[in-house]
């Protein structure tokens, strides 16, 4: 514990000078209104009732997007995670976006079919197929143990967006959303198309 509080200090103190993605994020959240903090170690959220996090444990999260949208608290950032420890060790990074409504939602899982089938934490949770989508019930796997309130959740204008966006791998923890694509650090373009993916998804899950 040591150590990691070590090098969590040493990173917070690292220099002042941005890269050129750093610099790049920083006029993008001027753009749509967002604050933004390159070392933001102490604003970790917790990812721990996430079933993508089960058994990882989070090394620092840096920079970290805060913003609003109609109500909804949004939190984009690169994250840096390991599993294992010693020899077994892996660290991975990862970029993601956090909703928070407020209010209550279900607990579930999205995803390309199949993709995180294995992902520790989900044990038990029921394939569910949304009536009258066919398409959407054969392109994604949503999982969850509350069916009706996830059914009711995932009205027609939620699934058709689901349907008509690029794939990114969803879960909700009951307050919040966690939205993730691929295994890496998101590229400018990919950071900004995230972004935008939130404020679009927000619009209806408040309708």
Do not use: C
């Not at 599993?83 to 995803?111: M, Q």
């Not at 879960?171 to 404020?199: F, H, P, T, W």
């Amino acid at each position: 514990a040591a150590r990691r509080m070590m090098k969590l200090t040493s990173f917070m103190k690292s220099g002042g000078v941005l890269t050129a993605r750093q610099q790049i994020l920083k006029e993008f959240s001027k753009e749509i209104g967002w604050n933004f903090k390159t070392n933001s170690v102490l604003e970790i959220p917790m990812f721990g009732d996430f079933p993508f996090f089960k058994r990882k444990t989070i090394d620092h999260a840096y920079n970290v997007f805060k913003g609003e949208y109609r109500g909804v608290q949004m939190k984009l950032m690169d994250v840096e995670f390991y599993e294992g420890e010693f020899i077994a060790k892996e660290v991975h990074k990862h970029t993601v976006l956090i909703l928070s409504p407020p209010f209550p939602i279900p607990r579930f899982r999205l995803d390309k079919e199949r993709i995180f089938d294995r992902i520790a934490g989900m044990a038990g949770f029921e394939d569910i197929e949304i009536e009258g989508h066919v398409d959407f019930s054969r392109r994604f796997k949503l999982k969850g143990k509350n069916v009706q309130k996830i059914k009711a959740f995932f009205s027609n204008e939620i699934v058709l967006f689901f349907e008509s966006h690029p794939y990114y791998h969803l879960e909700s923890d009951g307050k919040n959303i966690l939205i993730l694509k691929g295994n890496r650090i998101s590229s400018i373009s990919e950071v900004k198309a995230l972004a935008m993916y939130g404020r679009e998804l927000t619009e209806k899950i408040l309708k």
